[in-house]
């Protein structure tokens, strides 16, 4: 066994335990910690804290400025909404994110496209309440799911085909470099 002193690699090795009446006597200080030192401020740099005298700021001096808030708008919110709630349900999540509620007399009305959507937004009403309620500045009383199976929506989940012809309609030259490479595909 080793005869060196443990020091751990994280915070510098107190040398010195506080006694009790150092502790309750002195401050409470978020600060840096010396190595060597106990935590907080030492006994004498405690006594020089109290006889120096703090100057007063001036009232011509400029005070800092608040930071500029962020300007609410619904589409803002609405994305924050649905990516602080639904970000773990990818298929109500994309959905949610191509769609923007609309807002009548402090009620949000989401249009879905079938009645899965419906009820997944149905169970998580209270908390897109509370959320919104509790970040922003619009007030809202009611949240509306309305069923709109007209509704056309984007797959986000497609299958290799249709992935396929996607990459087609981007880059026209494909086939013509799958055949130089002799490659087929197959669907």
Do not use: C
């Not at 608040?66 to 639904?86: G, H």
């Amino acid at each position: 066994m080793s005869q060196a002193s443990f020091s751990f690699p994280g915070y510098p090795a107190v040398k010195q335990m506080p006694s009790i009446k150092d502790l309750v006597s002195r401050p409470l200080t978020v600060g840096h910690v010396e190595q060597g030192s106990a935590p907080g401020p030492s006994p004498a740099s405690v006594a020089t804290e109290q006889h120096s005298e703090v100057p007063e700021p001036e009232a011509s001096s400029p005070a800092a400025e608040p930071e500029p808030e962020k300007e609410e708008t619904l589409e803002s919110n609405w994305d924050e909404v649905v990516e602080a709630i639904f970000k773990n349900l990818p298929m109500l999540y994309y959905s949610l994110k191509k769609t923007v509620p609309t807002y009548e007399q402090d009620v949000l009305k989401v249009e879905v496209s079938n009645s899965i959507q419906e009820e997944e937004l149905r169970q998580r009403k209270r908390a897109v309440l509370e959320y919104w309620r509790n970040h922003f500045k619009m007030n809202v009383d009611d949240f509306e799911i309305v069923l709109n199976e007209d509704k056309v929506t984007e797959t986000a989940i497609l299958t290799s085909e249709e992935q396929f012809q996607r990459m087609k309609e981007q880059n026209p030259e494909l086939l013509e470099f799958l055949d130089i490479l002799k490659f087929r595909m197959k669907y």
